[in-house]
């Protein structure tokens, strides 16, 4: 298998690209949530690529590949270290598929609960469908799906389409936030659009490492895979523009975000056979459709925090039919026509659906009967920040204070820092306290007065 150092220094860079996509979601998911649940959201992050990508290294990837062993033993001796980067590279598509759940039951569901479903990913629905689809990659046993001809190039089902199940799943076991069900999700909109945006770019660039690494070397198709990547993303991002322009009459800036990566995700499948016209289409259809798709579940009530089941799920779906409708077919060379490659299309879509939502359904709601998906009421309301990492600013402990003050009816003067960033909100809050207390202690006095003028008269 001459892989050689260039294919390695290759797939070397396509993973150092791919890791940006961790600290992407990361950002989108941390400023797509209220300031009381950044940290915890974050944590999440940082965990589940921790934790998955040790599960899989030691268990799951010879679930989905066959022993480890083997691909050293098949390795070209120019090149000994390739199956390394190949498991490597193999475990961030693992490690995605779990994160889209995080961003999707944010703010509500512990963080225990959460790596306990990226574990359940990782360990057996993820390793399971991508046997069946990516099974026989550098001469492993062939999946059942892949010797059928289902083509899925760099993940819209086997990561997307998986990872927006299982979310759907969560969302629909563990319930909405409070409050979610008597106001529309705007109302919860998230504590900073720009890290939102940032996560969303960092995602992007680091999508190029997914769909350009899943080549697995340095290939002449390289440019036209850079090229449909980038199209498809912003034809999604366009689609995003024109529907927040015609629904909402202004540039809606998470819906936008979404677009752009209902984009990639729709393109993802077919990147390496869809041309510069059907890439723009494919992304443009994919935006629209995660779109209406976010407009639904907000009517049908589903709380999904940053748009993961529109994003991942609806978009994966698109993109992985789009396959047989706008793919050059003639690239693959699998003997189907259109037709057939539309259904084998469709049964993998529906397979990965019906195994990922199936199993993590049932398991979720075995579990939650035992041991609880969810935060307390109290914990939801103080901020996963507070209740699960103890980390507190000068805005929560503010915000406590006043509380406090609130449930007790004895209103104070809040002891400041002058050097604070806070200092003028406390100090002008002390400002109308007093000016109030003064008012209700001539009002209590004036009616005394007139309780005793009415005594004596």
């Not at 009816?409 to 820092?417: A, E, R």
Request: proline share 3%; with cysteine.
């Amino acid at each position: 298998m001459p892989y050689g150092y260039l294919n390695t220094l290759f797939l070397t860079f396509c993973i150092l690209l791919i890791f940006l996509m961790q600290i992407g979601f990361l950002c989108l998911e941390a400023g797509a949530v209220r300031s009381k649940n950044n940290v915890n959201v974050a944590a999440k992050n940082l965990l589940d690529f921790i934790v998955v990508t040790l599960v899989y290294a030691l268990f799951s990837f010879s679930i989905q590949f066959g022993s480890f062993d083997t691909l050293m033993d098949n390795a070209h001796p120019r090149s000994p270290g390739y199956p390394y980067l190949f498991l490597i590279f193999q475990s961030f598509f693992a490690v995605t598929a779990s994160t889209i759940v995080s961003g999707a039951i944010a703010e509500r569901s512990s963080l225990k609960a959460y790596l306990l479903i990226a574990l359940m990913i990782a360990l057996l629905i993820y390793p399971v469908a991508g046997q069946w689809i990516w099974g026989g990659l550098l001469g492993t046993p062939q999946g059942w799906l892949s010797a059928m001809g289902f083509i899925d190039f760099a993940g819209s089902t086997v990561v997307h389409v998986l990872g927006g199940s299982v979310a759907l799943a969560a969302v629909l076991v563990i319930g909405p936030r409070e409050g979610f069900a008597e106001q529309s999700y705007k109302k919860f909109r998230g504590q900073n659009q720009v890290i939102t945006l940032m996560g969303a770019m960092m995602i992007w660039l680091g999508w190029f490492g997914f769909n350009l690494g899943s080549l697995l070397k340095v290939d002449a198709s390289i440019p036209a895979i850079l090229t449909t990547t980038l199209l498809g993303a912003c034809s999604g991002g366009l689609a995003a523009t024109l529907w927040s322009l015609v629904f909402f009459k202004k540039f809606d800036v998470p819906v936008i975000a979404n677009g752009v990566l209902a984009g990639l995700v729709g393109i993802t499948a077919g990147v390496h056979i869809l041309e510069i016209y059907t890439a723009i289409l494919t992304g443009f259809i994919a935006g629209l459709i995660c779109c209406g798709a976010m407009v639904q579940l907000e009517n049908w009530k589903i709380d999904d925090v940053i748009g993961a089941i529109p994003v991942h799920l609806t978009a994966g779906i698109w993109g992985t039919i789009a396959v047989a409708l706008l793919g050059d077919l003639s690239l693959i060379n699998n003997g189907l026509n259109t037709v057939e490659q539309l259904s084998v299309q469709a049964l993998g879509v529906a397979v990965t659906f019906a195994w990922a939502f199936g199993i993590s359904y049932v398991a979720l709601t075995a579990i939650n009967k035992f041991m609880p998906l969810r935060v307390s009421r109290q914990a939801e309301q103080l901020g996963l920040n507070i209740a699960e990492h103890g980390s507190t600013t000068e805005l929560s402990d503010l915000v406590n204070k006043l509380e406090k003050q609130a449930e007790q009816g004895h209103f104070k003067p809040v002891i400041h820092d002058p050097f604070s960033e806070l200092s003028g909100i406390t100090r002008q809050y002390n400002h109308v306290l007093e000016r109030f207390l003064e008012t209700q202690s001539r009002l209590n006095l004036n009616i005394k007065t007139l309780k005793n003028i009415e005594k004596h008269s």
